[in-house]
């Protein structure tokens, strides 16, 4: 009797003592051994899992970055596919540790949500598809009144297409799905007219239809879409070595240091190629970060650099072919600008 | 040697406090209370620190904030501006809608096929034997895949749309109704048509009294039809066929006008009512099965037909063994209405999801949807409870 009292009085008081788990999650992910990387279910050129069933992308080599800079192993990384409604859910609940999912950073978002953006990995906007054999004739979005359009659930796209639809005074009918492969798949099949996502992603998608001649994309762009990894809100530390690896990888395309010349660049006399690789006496730039000093290198060494990533995945050496565009350095006319190591 | 006296003398025997039975029971039961409240104490004093930490907003305010996403097929007015709230409401109709047609569907063809079964006729008997195995051992995911992708979106795109009767159309973005314009005098046809259900009970109700007082018959049945019918189309003819009707018509993308059953809700719709009807054939069977033989035999004896002794002997104690089975599969019905978020039709969990998505409010999310759930399943089960106590058996 008196032991199961004091059992209970005592579990009682646990739990009325217990305190909300640490924060840290740079503790957590080292303890781990790995870093939990949410990702989408399926976008080529972002995050998709090749033939082999390797995850590729540029939001899976942002990854593999982060877990470079940790780890000094891009492969330190599990992936989570998540579909647009999972996915602050389980950033929030702590299922994954970084979310970096073509995910379009908003006020909202970084503030009511609890999340932080930690950069634009890569600057985007939302467009139109339709087939062009089927629907002729049709070549503005502001002939599209009356259209069935296929969306994703829980995006912005989904809120981007109601203001512009409203905004023009054109009716539409929402044909909503909650994940990608859905949507590709009524598309496809001709329940809709109208495919809409950012412009990227439609590019993307058209490669994976059965007839991808027939589509065309349409001119206009209605919105701004900044896509990037997201953190937690609430962990300053994290946070941080999350943007640095970002800048860190614009800073090194910007310098000239790419996967092919780290070894040299180790080599470097330059004042800022050493400050970003931690080659500089007595540099306490890595640990200041909770890192060691080579982090920025590390990072170069395993996944290259911004406009490497870039070409590999999406740009001139993928599929896709897309161009820069705004995703270029600011040196060169673009939006991408890394913040000084220093 | 003490013990033994105090027994003999008959006053009750000294238990120690903590041996007690009656008080060790209510200090189990303090205990129980106070651990379990101490328990939920911490689980919500925790989910609160750790939401404020995360700078997660709480509580039932974005309610009533703008959605901003539209929804496809509502039953009530919803656009982009509307509130959460009403998206929620939007959606909660949606599964309500999808429940009771899928209800009335599946009782209908479950009662029929599970008749089917003891048929005595053998290709009837066949056929519904292979449509219950086949039903009843297909995930219900499945079926409602089987009719969105393989049936429905297979159909031919709105310009070669089939063109049906009456003016209604089937291609692969739903089934298009012609819709009915009421004119002016509509309100006097809904009035005779309730006026005829009154009618239509009382006189019910008199032939009762009359056949129990004199034993004389009235047929009811048709009486109540032709007032049922007899009494709008009367109003309708009174006030000058106050009906027109909207036909769908090619536009550029789509048919416009008339009535649109998206394939959505269509395939959710079959899918739930095939399915379920699969699993209420063999209650139905299980319940006719269950009455005895000798019921029939002794009904016969006393002169009564075939058709009476089913309604009048059989039927009546079959349902007492069916309905609190068929009540379960409502209930089922009703929950796996939401898997209508694997085809994207607007039901409760999926513009609850969008709105979750979008103000990040999981916990509030998830408890409206707990709360409509079981709100929903209790209301079903108190109604078929309430049937089922009509239904019993009555001792006289």
Same mark, same amino acid.
């Given at each position: ?100 999912? *073509? ?8 503030? =009511? $949500?609890? %999340?932080?953006? &930690?950069? /634009?990995?890569?600057?985007? +906007?939302?467009?139109?598809?339709? *087939? ?8 503005? =979005? $502001?002939? %599209?009144?009356? &259209?069935? /359009?296929?969306?994703?659930? +829980?995006?912005?796209?989904?809120? *981007? ?182 | ?396």
């Amino acid at each position: 009797m008196k032991t199961i009292l004091k059992a209970l009085l005592g579990s009682a008081v646990v739990a009325l003592l217990a305190a909300p788990a640490s924060a840290a999650t740079l503790d957590d992910v080292k303890a781990k051994g790995h870093i939990q990387c949410g990702v989408s279910t399926g976008l080529a050129g972002f995050s998709a899992p090749d033939n082999a069933g390797n995850w590729t992308g540029l939001d899976v080599d942002f990854c593999r970055a982060v877990a470079a800079a940790v780890f000094d192993d891009p492969n330190a990384v599990q992936f989570t596919p998540l579909s647009a409604k999972e996915r602050f859910t389980a950033l929030q609940s702590g299922e994954v540790d970084l979310l970096s999912r *073509n995910t379009t950073w908003t006020i909202s978002r970084d503030t =009511a $949500l609890g %999340l932080n953006f &930690a950069g /634009v990995t890569y600057y985007d +906007g939302q467009g139109f598809m339709i *087939n062009a054999k089927k629907l002729q004739g049709i070549n503005s =979005a $502001l002939q %599209l009144s009356g &259209a069935a /359009v296929c969306v994703q659930a +829980g995006t912005t796209t989904e809120l *981007n297409l109601a203001d512009y639809f409203k905004a023009n005074n054109m009716e539409y009918n929402p044909v909503v799905f909650e994940k990608l492969e859905e949507v590709n798949t009524a598309y496809d099949s001709g329940r809709c007219d109208v495919y809409t996502t950012d412009q990227s992603g439609l590019y993307a998608i058209r490669l994976t239809l059965s007839s991808p001649d027939d589509h065309i994309v349409l001119p206009e762009i209605i919105s701004k879409e900044p896509l990037g990894p997201v953190v937690r809100h609430g962990d300053d530390q994290w946070f941080d070595i999350v943007k640095w690896v970002y800048y860190a990888l614009l800073n090194a395309e910007e310098l000239g240091v790419s996967q092919a010349n780290i070894e040299e660049s180790m080599n470097s006399d330059k004042p800022d190629v050493r400050r970003l690789l931690g080659t500089e006496d007595g540099t306490k730039l890595g640990s200041d970060l909770g890192l060691t000093n080579d982090w920025a290198a590390r990072v170069i060494k395993h996944v290259g650099n911004y406009g490497e990533m870039f070409e590999r995945n999406v740009g001139a050496d993928s599929p896709l072919k897309i161009s820069r565009g705004v995703n270029a350095l600011w040196t060169k006319g673009g939006l991408q600008y890394g913040m000084p190591i220093r | 040697m003490a013990t033994q006296q105090t027994i003999a003398e008959g006053a009750a025997p000294r238990v120690p406090l903590l041996y007690d039975p009656r008080v060790r029971g209510i200090a189990y039961q303090v205990l129980v209370f106070v651990g379990l409240f101490a328990f939920v104490y911490w689980i919500i004093g925790n989910t609160a620190a750790n939401l404020q930490r995360a700078n997660i907003a709480s509580g039932f305010g974005f309610l009533q904030g703008r959605a901003g996403f539209d929804i496809g097929d509502s039953l009530i007015q919803y656009s982009s501006d509307s509130t959460y709230g009403r998206a929620l409401v939007v959606g909660f109709l949606n599964t309500l809608r999808v429940a009771i047609f899928g209800i009335i569907t599946a009782t209908i063809v479950g009662f029929l096929v599970g008749i089917g079964r003891l048929s005595k006729n053998w290709l009837i008997n066949r056929i519904c034997l292979v449509y219950v195995e086949v039903f009843r051992n297909i995930p219900p995911l499945l079926v409602i895949f089987f009719w969105y992708f393989g049936v429905l979106s297979v159909l031919p795109l709105p310009r070669d749309s089939i063109a049906l009767p009456f003016g209604s159309y089937l291609n692969s973005r739903g089934f298009y109704l012609p819709k009915f314009l009421w004119g002016e005098g509509a309100g006097l046809i809904a009035l005779a048509f309730v006026l005829a259900l009154v009618f239509a009970w009382f006189v019910r109700r008199w032939a009762y009294k009359r056949q129990m007082a004199t034993g004389e018959r009235f047929p009811v049945l048709w009486t109540s039809v032709g007032l049922i019918v007899g009494l709008p189309l009367l109003a309708f003819i009174v006030t000058g066929f106050p009906l027109s009707f909207e036909f769908p018509a090619l536009s550029t993308f789509n048919l416009r006008g008339g009535v649109q059953i998206r394939p959505e809700f269509l395939s959710l719709y079959l899918a739930l009512s095939f399915y379920t009807a699969a699993f209420i054939a063999e209650i139905v069977r299980a319940g006719v099965l269950g009455v005895n033989r000798g019921q029939t035999e002794a009904s016969h004896a006393l002169g009564l037909r075939s058709g009476p002794t089913l309604r009048l002997v059989v039927i009546p104690q079959a349902l007492r063994i069916i309905i609190p089975p068929l009540t379960s599969q409502y209930l089922n019905l009703t929950k796996n209405s939401s898997l209508a978020v694997a085809i994207g039709y607007p039901d409760l969990v999926a513009t609850g999801g969008t709105t979750l998505n979008q103000t990040g409010q999981a916990i509030e999310i998830v408890a409206i949807w707990l709360i409509v759930y079981l709100g929903l399943s209790l209301a079903t089960a108190g109604f078929m409870n309430w049937y089922n106590a009509r239904m019993a058996l009555v001792e006289r």
